[in-house]
């Protein structure tokens, strides 16, 4: 604030940051530059917790996870043109997992760009971030500001949580008004994402069809985890004594271990439900679209969809019942709705469940406790499930092909929110930004397990987490390269074939190059000695965990969707 004879003023870059204060966003993850280097120190003098990153993307990966973590939308802060296009693909991406985030970017002047003149960093970001978020807004007077935070925020957070885009123009931050004039201006906002109660007819019509299952199933998805419905849901679980599913990243939300987890059995519960109740997941191809072989019979399921968005139901396939509303609220009214004395799911069903777990399980168990050297997945998975059993507040990332694959199914979670993964997309490289955003939003540490090659998106990142000196410990699956290392070119040219990394890179050098540190470890007992070294200190580590070269299928378990030619083949 300054002072004139008359008034005291305010300008943008304060009243940005206290808009943002007012409605308690006190972190800001982002890459400074023109023109918001000057707003970046003025927010951590005011208080704000600015974190600078390496790369806009993985700043908008942290802000994406702070907002999956926390039901506030993670706020991202670039620079003009191609800091926004780095940080637009986070936004992208928060948007299509149902993440609340804000995208800020600071954009060069309107009068220049829209007659293509060739300002500095000429673009017209609006224009282009608005297939890809929710909502996009432009600020061009100060006094609107405290309305343009407060609409980024509904947008963001309320009914299905997404990306807004907030334009800010570099003359925006120095427009000065009167102080009290901009306080006023600005708007705490009151219940950013209201309840949305499910219609009566919508729970008894779920409740009448629940009743008629004989192989009824419930999925959980991150939906679910997002909502933070932890006690219902259980409770629904639990009283319904339906056997359910968790999605990837609603593991834990009921431990992993929970006798109703029909995890182990995945393929056979799939295949032969007669009834599917979704709870805030979608039917998309992680579940090949509610369809297909995986689903048995065709015409063999009737489907309950849980959702915040209206427009989700029948996406796929025919949703019998549809209820539709925020998840707290419709599983209390499931639960309300059913009577004390609801029936258990008949015993052949669960019976059959149970069995094919106990086989499953009993199949893995002796692969878990290998401890081969070279390490293929399960003898290092296995030691690192061990430590989260042992650990169970630690928040797991996860990324890589063969390692994701491998790590969601044999690494048990046991609390809610605890496992963050490459979501909706598949996409490789949320690692280092998942990591720092969830070690900063919960404080909690993070172990970060890593293909070699998803690592590499990220991989500069672990001079931010050294920076910070945040609690965060990633273990590299080096395998020496894309799925194998083994692959050859065919020419016999000089060039290694595309999937090949250098042999035996030791990434734990890295690390030890901004002051963490590093570890090589060959061997299931290296691996576990060092994570929990890490875990107990809270100091930033790298683990090159070296494992087999020939470990390792294409593509991992959606090799499908990598189309392969038959023709002309060296
Ligand atoms: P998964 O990948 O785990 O299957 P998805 O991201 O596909 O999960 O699905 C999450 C679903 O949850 C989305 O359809 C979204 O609209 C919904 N959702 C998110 N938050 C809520 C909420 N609070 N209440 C109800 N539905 C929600
Ligand atoms: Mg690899």
């Not at 599913?245 to 992993?256: E, I, Q, T």
């Not at 669960?350 to 401890?371: S, W």
Request: net charge negative.
């Amino acid at each position: 604030m300054a002072d004139t004879a008359e008034e005291t003023l305010t300008d943008g870059f304060h009243l940005i940051i206290d808009a943002l204060k007012l409605n308690d966003l006190n972190t800001i993850y982002g890459v400074p530059g023109i023109p918001i280097t000057d707003f970046g120190r003025i927010a951590q003098a005011e208080g704000i917790r600015v974190l600078s990153f390496r790369h806009e993307q993985h700043a908008g990966y942290a802000a994406a996870i702070a907002g999956y973590l926390t039901k506030k939308p993670g706020i991202c802060l670039t620079v003009s043109a191609p800091g926004f296009l780095n940080g637009l693909t986070a936004l992208a991406h928060a948007t299509t997992n149902c993440f609340p985030m804000i995208l800020m970017s600071g954009s060069s002047e309107r009068e220049i760009v829209d007659l293509q003149q060739g300002d500095y960093e000429e673009m017209d970001q609006l224009a282009i971030a608005k297939p890809l978020c929710k909502a996009a807004f432009r600020v061009l007077h100060a006094e609107d500001i405290g309305i343009a935070i407060a609409r980024a925020i509904r947008a963001a957070v309320s009914g299905r949580p997404g990306g807004v885009y907030l334009d800010l123009p570099a003359k925006l931050f120095g427009q000065v008004m009167n102080a009290d004039a901009g306080a006023k201006s600005l708007v705490k906002v009151i219940d950013p994402a209201p309840r949305q109660l499910p219609a009566a007819e919508a729970v008894s019509r779920a409740i009448d069809l629940l009743k008629t299952a004989k192989r009824p199933l419930i999925i959980l998805g991150k939906g679910a985890a997002y909502a933070q419905a932890d006690a219902e849901i259980t409770a629904f679980v639990e009283k319904s004594g339906i056997p359910y599913l968790p999605m990837s990243m609603a593991k834990g939300l009921l431990p992993d271990t929970h006798p109703q987890s029909a995890g182990p059995a995945r393929s056979l519960v799939l295949e032969e439900a007669d009834v599917v109740v979704m709870i805030g997941a979608r039917l998309n191809w992680l579940l090949s679209h509610g369809k297909g072989k995986s689903w048995g019979e065709p015409g063999s399921k009737q489907f309950i969809q849980i959702d915040i968005e209206p427009r989700e139901m029948d996406s796929n396939v025919e949703i019998k019942a549809p209820v539709v509303g925020d998840i707290g609220s419709c599983v209390s009214a499931l639960l309300e709705a059913m009577a004390d004395d609801w029936p258990t799911p008949p015993s052949d069903w669960t019976d059959a469940i149970n069995a094919k777990k106990e086989t499953n399980l009993a199949r893995m168990a002796p692969k878990l406790q290998n401890n081969n050297v070279p390490m293929d997945y399960h003898g290092a998975l296995g030691a690192l499930r061990t430590i989260i059993k042992q650990r169970p507040e630690v928040i797991l990332v996860n990324e890589g092909a063969n390692t994701l694959d491998f790590a969601r199914s044999i690494i048990d979670m046991y609390q809610p929110r605890k496992r963050l993964d490459v979501g909706t997309w598949g996409v490789m490289g949320i690692g280092m930004g998942q990591a720092i955003g969830a070690a900063v939003e919960t404080g909690k540490p993070v172990l970060a397990i890593e293909g070699d090659s998803a690592f590499g998106f990220s991989g500069m990142e672990i001079e931010t987490i050294c920076r910070y000196n945040l609690p965060v410990c990633v273990v590299v699956f080096n395998n020496n390269g894309i799925y194998r290392g083994t692959d050859v070119n065919p020419t016999g040219g000089s060039d290694v074939a595309p999937t090949v990394f250098v042999k035996d890179s030791r990434y734990d050098k890295m690390m030890e190059a901004f002051g963490g540190v590093g570890v090589y470890a060959t061997s299931p007992d290296d691996v576990a000695r060092a994570v929990n070294d890490a875990l107990d200190s809270g100091k930033p580590t790298l683990i090159n965990a070296v494992i087999d070269e020939n470990a390792g299928t294409e593509s991992g378990r959606i090799g499908n969707l990598n189309p392969q030619s038959v023709v002309g083949k060296k």
